[in-house]
């Protein structure tokens, strides 16, 4: 396709370089007839360049579908590891719960054994004062109720201590349950950013790789309100979605940055006045018509780097004539 297109904008310019020259006069015709051939040999010359530039520009591609499919490899192989190793982790994380579940288990059947025991010695004591209380009722009584009241103390004491254990236990849930929180939290954060870090590096990959180009013609002849060109009439674009703009303003919008060439000829009957290329308002090219003609085709072309919404465009303050007068844009490949 690049081909075909520079093979139409070299034949459209060599068009217009022969119908400028028929209108000089007998003098320009036998310069053109003289230095016929060495154009023809350097156009060949040109594409024979180009053809060998373009080959280059495919080994590049292969070179770099190689890259990102090891890239997208790596990454797999990276996230598979982390997977492994955080799956890993709660499994401790289960096996850490579990032992204490089971430490939680074994305690409160220890606690109930001990109240059971103890509940059981109260009871056998009580009894055994109430039996001893019948018969010396009147000599063992005030030592009976002091040892009831020691006995009640005890199982306070049990109870708080029972108390405090449930806390402490309660206490270590809830810490064990944070802790769980704060993992997946930092396990959620980690696996998001590499996502975004993979789909960035993608993403310029392919910015790099993308295809812009257009070509487009004056539609008619007139001279421009605020001197930007308009090229209305689109003859070839790909890569471009903001195409409407381009049409109706004259401005080229970048939409995927890199480094772009853009090359005009303005066909006009002003001699030895400007044309200008410009991006953002400031001139980065010119050309001046010294043609001895009434009318002339005025070449103009650049190389310029491009940012996300630059705009490029020509600048031309003068009457401009409809189909000699196009426009081609082209993202270099780099």
Known sequence: MAKMLLFRVLSISFSIVVSGSSSVGSDS?????????HFEEKVLEKLVRLEHKMEINEEKMKGWEVKLESLSSKIDEQMRKWEDAFLSKLVK????????????????????QEQSRINDSYQESV????????????????????????????????????????????????TLRQEQIRFNQSFDRILENTKLRSTKTINELFAKQQKVAVTACVLLSQTFPGNVV????????????????????????????????????????????AFYVKKNDVTIA???????????????????????KDTLYIYAPHFIYDSLSCLSIMKVSV
């Not at 000829?265 to 030895?272: E, F, L, N, Q, S």
């Open 127 to 174: 009894e055994n004062f109430r039996n001893r209380s019948k018969s010396d009722s009147e000599i063992y009584g005030e030592q009976i109720n002091a040892m009831l009241e020691s006995m009640s103390s005890k199982i306070e004491e049990v109870s708080v201590a029972e108390k405090k254990r449930h806390n402490t236990l309660e206490l270590m849930q809830f």
């Open 29 to 37: 015709e036998s310069l053109l007839i003289c230095s016929k051939f």
């Open 286 to 308: 010119s050309s001046v018509s010294d043609s001895t003609s009434t009318y002339a085709t005025n070449p103009i072309s650049a190389v310029v780097e491009l940012l996300l």
């Open 230 to 273: 308009r090229f209305s009439t689109v003859k070839f674009q790909v890569g471009i979605y903001n195409l409407d703009t381009f049409k109706s303003s004259g401005k080229f919008v970048c939409e995927i940055p890199g480094l772009y060439y853009i090359s005009a000829h303005i066909y006009t009957d002003t001699k030895g006045d």
């Open 93 to 112: 994380m289960d096996e850490a719960v579990d032992q204490t579940e089971t430490f939680v288990k074994s305690m409160r059947d220890f606690q109930l």
